[in-house]
């Protein structure tokens, strides 16, 4: 997979959590109901301070690197310091070096066909702060999407 590493400065997410790990059978399906939650409960319509129409899927608190629990954070990117509604949570992504990867096709598919792929490869993972960047647009389908991985 191709990818190109970039300098990011800090970003202030927020959105909903929740902890989970890549042993858990129902993963998938504990981080797609945060995905139903987010919009479905209007969270995502109710933050304040957002920075733009992106959507993030951020991964922090790694327990021994993919080996053991994380969290898993649905939000967006908000100004630092904006006040937000319950049960809304903040979280800081780090500024440094990252692996940008840019993918197509349908957000499922698309995005756990790369993370599969990622386990893989041989990155010199920093194990902090991993997002996926939904870009703007109505087709699920065919959508792009921007995913980042620390890098030491």
Same mark, same amino acid.
């Given at each position: ?12 997410i927020?959105?909903? %959590?929740?902890?989970?790990? @890549?042993?858990?059978?129902? &993963?998938?399906e504990? +981080? ?13 319509? $109710? !933050?304040?301070?957002?920075? @733009?129409? %992106?959507? +993030?899927? !951020? ?7 993919? $080996? ?31 692996a %940008? ?8 598919? $698309? ?5 599969? %792929? !990622?386990?893989?490869?041989e ?8 997002? =996926?960047?939904?870009?703007?647009? =109505?087709? &699920? $389908? @065919?959508?792009e +999407?921007?995913?980042?991985?620390? !890098? @030491?």
């Open positions: 997979m191709d990818y190109e590493v970039v300098q990011l400065t800090e970003k202030q927020a959105g909903l %959590k929740i902890r989970t790990s @890549n042993n858990d059978p129902q &993963m998938g504990k +981080i797609g109901a945060t995905w139903q939650r987010f919009y479905g409960e209007g969270i995502e319509a $109710a !933050l304040t301070g957002r920075e @733009n129409d %992106k959507c +993030i899927g !951020l991964y922090s608190d790694y327990e021994n690197g993919v $080996a053991d629990d994380y969290e898993v954070m649905v939000g967006c990117e908000v100004a630092a310091g904006a006040s937000q509604p319950q049960p809304v949570a903040t979280k800081t992504i780090a500024a440094g070096n990252y %940008k990867f840019i993918v197509h096709g349908d957000v499922q598919q $698309a995005v756990g066909d790369f993370w599969m %792929k !990622l386990w893989g490869m990155l010199d993972r920093k194990f902090g702060s991993d997002f =996926e960047e939904y870009q703007p647009g =109505e087709d &699920m $389908a @065919n959508a +999407i921007h995913i980042y991985i620390s !890098l @030491n």
